[in-house]
Every structure is written in C-alpha cells, then in structure tokens.
C-alpha cells in the first residue's frame, strides 16, 4: 500500500492536509500518511508523531528560541524517510522546514510534493533556485504563482484555493448563526482573532484586548466573539484574558466559519485567516507585530505593498492593515468604529471583499490537490 510522509506545520495546514487525506484514501484505500500535523491531520486518520502546535513559530527571533524543538523535529523526519522508505513526501506550506526535509527526500531518491507555496514572489525570491533542485511538483493555489513557477523553471501545478475547493460543510444564514451564539440582529458584535501560534498570541492578544477595551468605551453594548485555533488550548489565552474579565469574551472552538459569519467586523492577525474573512466578506482589520529584528529584516527584503493575503490577492488595499508602530489600540480602535457604527461603510466593505472570491474562483484546469497526489502516487506527475 503506498505510504505518505506528510508534514503541515501550522492550524491552517493541518486543515488543509487533512483534506488531502482523506479524499487520497478514498481513492487509494489503505494508503499510510504519517509525520507532523494536528488534531485535524489525526481525526482524518493520519499518524501523528510530532504535534504542529509544537512547531508554530513565526519569526526570527522565536525560532532561535525554539530551535532545539524544531531541529529535533526535522532530525525525527529525516530519520522516518530513511527507515520507512514513503512513496511520496507531501510537504504543506512551513518553508524553512519543509525545504530542509525536501533535500533529505532528493537524496533518497523520494519524490516531493509541495503545497500552498512559499511566498518567493513577495519576499526571499532566491529560494526558488532551492525549490526548483528539491521539489518535484509545485501545487499552488493562486492563479498568478504558475506563472511565475514557470518562468523560473519548476514544474508546477495550480490546483486551486483550498478555500474554495475543499468541500465544506454549508454555512447557515446568518441570522441563525447569531441567534445560535445568543445574538440578535441589532447587535453590534467583533470577532477577536489572534492567530494560531503561540508566539502571535503572545505578541498581539494584548493588543487586541486593549482595543476591544476602547470599543466597549465607545460602544457600550458591542459584543465579542473570539474563536480558537485547533494548535491552540483555552489556557494559552488565559494570562490575557484574565486581565480583562468586564469583557465577557467567549473563547469558541471548532467553529470559526460561523463565527466569522456572525461577525459586524474583526481585528486579525495576518495571514491565511484574512482570506477566508474576506471570502466571508466580514470587514475586518489587519495588524502584526514582529520582534524588532525580524521587523528590520524582512521590512527590507518584502517587496509587496500589504501583508494582508487578501490585500495582496487583489492587488489593492481593500481593508486597512495596521503594522509594527502604527498597530496601536487606538489606530485598530478608530478603523473599525465605523465598520460597527456605520452599515453603509459596512456593506462598502463587504462589497470591495467580494472581489477576493471573484480572484480565487479561477478553476484548475488540471484537477484539485488530490487529484495530483493520486497522480504522483501512481507514478505520474515527477521530472
């Protein structure tokens, strides 16, 4: 039976490799995945031998910390591909990682996989020359990344968003969804979304807290929402929340699609979270903030004009991004007032977001991310 080494390092791969999983073993029953992921990865019957939340670091300074985990990690894999011999590595997103495991694989002669690609075409465009001697296949899920994939020589596959492709459980309207999480439909409500790391929470909860503080100076009845991501647990937020309890902030996991639905508007993190806000087409606005010498390293070497996914999918900035200096409670605070206050501002933002569908609806010509996986498995699809 063919065996998988598959590895997701973050909540929103997890997600999306779980996908995979499950759709390959429908079409290849009996096929063994195994590596790293999370609780999403193991429900669709994945081994699990390194948990992702482990793993979910984002800057430089965060990984120098915890190098000796994920060392250990890659040693732990490497060690895996020598003694179980895949058919195929399946490498989700985590490029730092997933690069350095992806050159064990070219050494052992085992085909690679690699899903939702590093951002080469924002930032560290080198890499590509890396990707093009490591990776057999490039699965890509934005219409303009075959294109650039193609001029720098590396085979490449678009397989469409998983945001769109996957098969999701249908959303109900939105009134019921409020009314499910004791909303009615005057109330004003923001969703409090600060990411799937523990690093993110730790740098951009308080920030978040504060200003949903200003919020409920100026809005007295406004209503929180803050959903919990799969590598996250209740006692990671608990050090913030606690010094916040006038808020009533429910935690709510599993159900973010809804709580996302539910929402007048939200204050996020960066990253793949904002396009399925968009995709919801919730207002929302974006803030980060990195550690002061990541921020000085990758502020030179981003060569985009946002950092919001669903900015960058639309080539504009369709919500305000609040980063570094600028991402103070009271710059969030003045931002989403009028998306809670005003429902003409609210419906022009929710008008501008649909534009994100409009990009990501663009269908694969060649089949979705599992129909590549089968075929690599079976022996097509590799230089």
């Known amino acids: 039976m063919p065996r998988v080494l598959i590895v997701a390092g973050e909540a929103s791969g997890d997600l999306h ?138 085979p490449v596959r678009y397989v469409g968003h998983p945001l769109i492709t996957e098969e999701r459980p249908l959303t109900p309207n939105r009134a019921a969804i409020r009314k499910r999480f004791g909303l009615n439909d005057t109330d004003r409500v923001l969703g409090l979304y600060p990411g799937s790391r523990r690093s993110e929470v730790r740098r951009l ?67 793949t979270v904002t396009l399925e806000i968009a995709l919801a087409g919730t207002p929302m606005v974006i803030i980060n903030k990195l550690a002061w010498l990541t921020w000085q390293i990758v502020r030179r070497m981003v060569k985009l004009e946002h950092v919001g996914l669903c900015n960058i999918v639309a080539g504009e900035r369709l919500v305000p991004e609040r980063l570094q200096h600028d991402a103070t409670p009271e710059r969030i605070a003045a931002d989403l007032l009028p998306m809670l206050q005003d429902e003409k501002v609210n419906r022009d933002y929710r008008q501008r977001l649909s534009r994100v569908r409009d990009i990501l609806s663009t269908p694969p010509e060649d089949g979705d991310i599992v129909d590549l996986t089968v075929e690599m498995l079976e022996g097509g699809a590799r230089r």
């Open 17 to 154: 490799a779980a996908h995979i999983v499950r759709g390959v073993r429908k079409r290849l029953p009996g096929t063994e995945f195994f590596g790293i992921g999370g609780r999403d990865m193991r429900a669709a019957g994945a081994e699990i031998l390194i948990d992702s939340g482990e793993l979910a670091v984002v800057g430089l300074w965060e990984v120098l910390a915890h190098r000796k985990t994920i060392f250990g990690a890659l040693d732990r894999m490497r060690q895996l591909m020598r003694e179980r011999r895949p058919d195929l590595v399946l490498l989700t997103d985590y490029p730092d990682f997933n690069l350095r495991l992806a050159a064990t694989a070219r050494e052992l002669g085992i085909p690679v996989l690699y899903y939702i690609s590093p951002q080469v075409w924002a930032w560290r465009e080198g890499r590509v020359k890396t990707i093009r001697e490591r990776v057999d296949m490039m699965a890509v899920v934005f219409p303009f990344e075959a294109e650039f994939y193609r001029r720098h020589g590396v």
């Open 205 to 271: 909860l308080p920030v978040i807290l504060d200003t949903a503080q200003r919020i409920r100076q100026q809005l007295p009845n406004v209503k929180f929402l803050l959903p919990l991501a799969s590598t996250l647990g209740e006692s990671d937020l608990q050090p913030w929340l606690a010094n916040h309890p006038d808020l009533a902030i429910p935690v709510i996991r599993d159900r973010t699609p809804e709580v996302t639905a539910a929402c007048d508007a939200i204050v996020t993190v960066s990253g």
